[in-house]
């Protein structure tokens, strides 16, 4: 089968930095199924260019800078001229909403090819005060109204993202959307060796995600500081990107927390692994996570998550994480120093997520993928 994949971004071509491993991983299963792969990235490196990677051929668009309306413009027609000259494809699957999703419904209808959109993000959520999530904005709305009207299929990753359907309010019109499939996006469980730890203190956290407003720091930071206060040895590592000029590094100075924080940017994945087995509890402090993917890494190094009851976090409460509300540093803080605490939950609820994420791996959501492709193709 032909397979025409559209992301924004995630696939550098060192497969190692820069990428989202759990999509290289997903097309690398599907290329190893014996099908022909080709993703186009609506806007990564400066000028156009494919090249090979993870057994799928990879086309870069090219950056377009210009204003949003006309760069939204653009990207749709330089994707349209890809498609065409890489194509006739079977199916096309475009990952999260703005862009790709919906550029990919649009040009699968006039191209009379079935389309399948994942939801990964904030498509379905608002969230004024961080200026977070697509259904803020008339127009954002109404674009991820038209193409759930329009998408052959739809999948998300968590019971959580697909009960925030029944929550939506399409903005123009009373548009039918389709209901979606639940199909969580696997990791490649080899790359993140299950580790025995030993007990604290010292005790380590880690947290994996870009700093940024959804992400939450503030609201982890502030526990952090809770649970020093209640154990003393506890270090908590972050690792993401910084969005934020340094906000989340000046409120660890504030907290008197430099001794007890590390800021390591963004890491590769064999890095990432280290720090997982290297820990005691994997963080999630988000106000939304459509799924998280690091939970499922973190959990099959055989690592239990504490957090926010949002993503995996939410629909694994209470046998295989430990879930509080979004934005309570304390009830966040009483959880992690509870967990710290139990070396019998922590063993059960890590060993219960680690079963799952094994049985949910990267080669499993290929298989349930190329499935989809084939009901809705007719193959």
Request: hydrophobic share 45%; charged share 25%.
């Given at each position: ?32 199924r ?6 186009f ?7 156009p ?11 870069d668009?090219g ?8 760069r ?51 498509e ?15 127009l ?9 009207r ?5 999948t998300v990753?968590t ?19 389709t ?16 580790t ?6 010292p005790w ?5 995600g ?13 526990a952090?500081?809770s ?25 660890a ?38 799924a998280?993917v ?21 629909d694994?409460?209470e ?11 304390g009830?966040?803080a009483?959880?992690?120093v509870?967990?710290?605490?139990s070396r019998?939950?922590?063993?059960a609820r890590?060993?219960?997520a ?9 080669e ?16």
């Amino acid at each position: 089968m032909r397979i025409g994949f559209v992301a924004t971004g995630g696939f550098d071509r060192s497969g190692r930095d820069r990428i989202v491993p759990a999509l290289v991983w997903l097309v690398e299963h599907l290329a190893r199924r014996g099908h022909d792969v080709h993703v186009f990235v609506l806007d990564y490196y400066p000028q156009p260019c494919s090249y090979a990677l993870a057994g799928a051929s990879v086309h870069d668009l090219g950056r377009v800078l210009a204003p949003p309306g006309l760069r939204r413009a653009a990207i749709g027609l330089r994707l349209a001229a890809a498609l065409k000259e890489r194509g006739p494809f079977d199916v096309l699957h475009g990952y999260l909403g703005i862009p790709a999703g919906v550029l990919t419904v649009r040009k699968g209808r006039e191209l009379g090819v079935p389309t399948v959109v994942s939801l990964d993000s904030g498509e379905l959520v608002g969230i004024p005060d961080i200026a977070y999530g697509l259904q803020r904005r008339w127009l954002d709305r109404t674009l991820i109204a038209r193409m759930l009207r329009d998408a052959t299929r739809i999948t998300v990753c968590t019971e959580f993202m697909a009960n925030l359907f029944s929550k939506l309010r399409p903005a123009a019109e009373a548009f039918d959307v389709t209901v979606p499939r639940i199909i969580p996006i696997g990791v490649d469980a080899t790359r993140f060796p299950h580790t025995t730890r030993p007990d604290g203190p010292p005790w380590r956290l880690v947290r994996v995600g870009s700093l940024n407003r959804v992400k939450d720091h503030e609201t982890l930071l502030r526990a952090m500081r809770s649970a020093v206060n209640r154990l003393g040895d506890v270090h908590l590592d972050l690792v993401g990107e910084d969005t934020m000029d340094g906000d989340a590094q000046r409120l660890a100075g504030e907290l008197n927390l430099a001794g007890h924080v590390t800021f390591h940017g963004v890491q590769p994945t064999d890095r990432v692994a280290a720090l997982y087995s290297s820990a005691h509890l994997n963080i999630v402090s988000s106000r939304h996570e459509a799924a998280n993917v690091t939970v499922l890494e973190a959990a099959c190094s055989g690592l239990m998550t504490v957090g926010t009851a949002v993503g995996y976090v939410a629909d694994w409460a209470e046998d295989k994480a430990s879930a509080v509300r979004v934005a309570d540093p304390g009830a966040l803080a009483a959880a992690i120093v509870s967990a710290l605490l139990s070396r019998r939950t922590r063993q059960a609820r890590a060993d219960a997520a680690r079963r799952w994420a094994l049985a949910h791996d990267a080669e499993w959501s290929a298989r349930q993928f190329e499935r989809l492709y084939a009901q809705i193709t007719g193959r």
